[in-house]
């Protein structure tokens, strides 16, 4: 990419004027293009490393630049800006000639050949999944995507969570309540109701709480029982599942839930007994001491011999380092197990298991329900998510109602399918994903505003103008047609020309919106464009520029929103 050659001529110059490691220079596309195509911080981090006046520095770095071979031939200009900002302004011929490669998959390969394994989605079985799974399930799909598209070879993992004491519970309660014409008949929410009435029993009878454990205990030393009740749960609920990922469009390469790993458990608390890393208190349990990394002892082994989600985690870490061979690690999990991973990788650092693969925890914020409080499937305090898709749908179907009635009634259905699933991603990938969401029906589902529906519709607007058009040359037009261009022409072609930079920074900063917000970006100037300047009316030479923005914005929609997770429509 660009950015990356600008960036070793920054880090050349800094280098030989500063001692700045090429690490630490970085070059970012503008946030404003009023102010650029690209800027670089490096005299800022002169600065503040050496004392030497950012706009010094930055003069020094400028003036080193204006030798390089690249930058002449790329740039119209380099200026220092603000405090000590590097910007860098392309030529039209520079933007140009990238415009045919924006949606080739080779020339943005930046990630080629580097492994990632990305989990995400991990429900738990014998519960319904609700609206509060839809997170990690669309964020984790969308980096999965991001990182393909730059070239990586990506594994998906759904780490179903099939394996600790609540299971002990759900089997105790299906002991003392449960029928099994009444599972057999709803078995997701069957096994709900009976999770559910034994946490409420607990709160009469606290000793419940120890027949789960015992009977999650059962279960772990193989008692045949427990395993054909376990199973049983966990078919029906994988059925059930899939029903849900074929509608959200999200695929996995490997399903391997918690209980995979339970052979491995015993093997991974030897280990780091062994290592000297864990020890075993009086009561029988073995923790890892972590002072030195300023966190909280990590327990791996209950007093009773049990296992935790740490042992398990551990063990998936060990297993996954070694059989996939990933150079990243992506978690896609709340906010709320920050301290569980800080732990989990810390002892994974430590034990040797992570070697030199990077573990990242991507967290997200909780989808809270509409009274602001956290939805917890214990309390049955839940929205199902079949709810929330088959609503998003309705709504949708009325929105193609009434703007194409025409319409077969099949070709409604598979329209308000996509619109649908859209709006529902697009409402939570196009938010930063730290924060938290409150669950509004209204907002989640609004076909309006800055929405995946309204890029949807942009992009068959753009279609609607190609079919008019015929056959659109895709050659090049030259740097004669480009000196007919106006502002807007130029200013639509820089935009579609940070396509790439933006897709590469949302993969880097883990963060879909950065895409979600250029995308949207993309669809108000395009649609102003076409209004402003006449396309299929234009003269000659500037029509086959104009019809050839408006193609390649359509292909950037359409892929930008398929790595998503964010189908098109061709009418709407």
Known sequence: MLSQKLQAEVAKAAHKHYQLSEGEVEVQPVRDMAHGDFTSNAALKIASKWGVPAKEAAEAIRRELADSRLVRSACARVEVAGPGFINFWLKPATCFKQLAELTKPAPRAILRGRRVLVEFSSPNIAKPMHVGHIRSTIIGAALANMFQALGAPVLRLNHLGDWGTQFGKLIAAYKRWGKREQVRRQPISEMLRLYVKFHEEMKREPELEVEGQQEFLRLEKGNRENRALWNWFKRESVKEFNVFYRRLGVNFTHVLGESFYEPMLKGVVTDLLRQKL????????????????????????????????????????????????????????????????????????????????????????????????????????????????????????????????????????????????GAVKYNDLSQNRLTDITFNWEKMLSLDGNSAPYLQYSYVRLKSILRKAGKVSGRAAGSAVLAHANEADLSMLRLLTRYPEQLRRAAEEQGPHLLAAYLYELATQVNSFYHAVPVLKAEPKLRSLRLNLVRVAADVLKEGLGILGIGVVEKM
């Open 278 to 421: 864990a020890v075993r208190n009086e009561d029988g349990s073995v923790v890892v001491h972590l002072q030195a990394e300023g966190l909280p002892p990590c327990l791996i082994q209950k007093s009773d011999g049990g296992s935790l989600y740490a042992t398990r985690d551990l063990a998936a870490i060990r297993y996954r380092v070694k059989r996939f061979k990933a150079q990243q690690i992506l978690y896609v999990v709340g906010n709320e197990q920050s301290l569980h991973f800080d732990q989990v990788f810390a002892v994974a650092k430590l034990a040797g298991y992570a070697g030199n693969t990077i573990l990242r925890h991507v967290k997200f914020g909780q989808i809270l329900g509409e009274d602001k409080q956290k939805l917890a499937t214990r309390e049955g305090r839940i929205i199902p998510l079949g709810e929330v898709l088959d609503k998003a749908r309705e709504l949708a179907r009325k929105v193609v109602q009434a703007k194409n009635p025409s319409l077969s009634a099949k070709l409604k259905d598979r329209i308000a399918e996509t619109v649908g699933m």
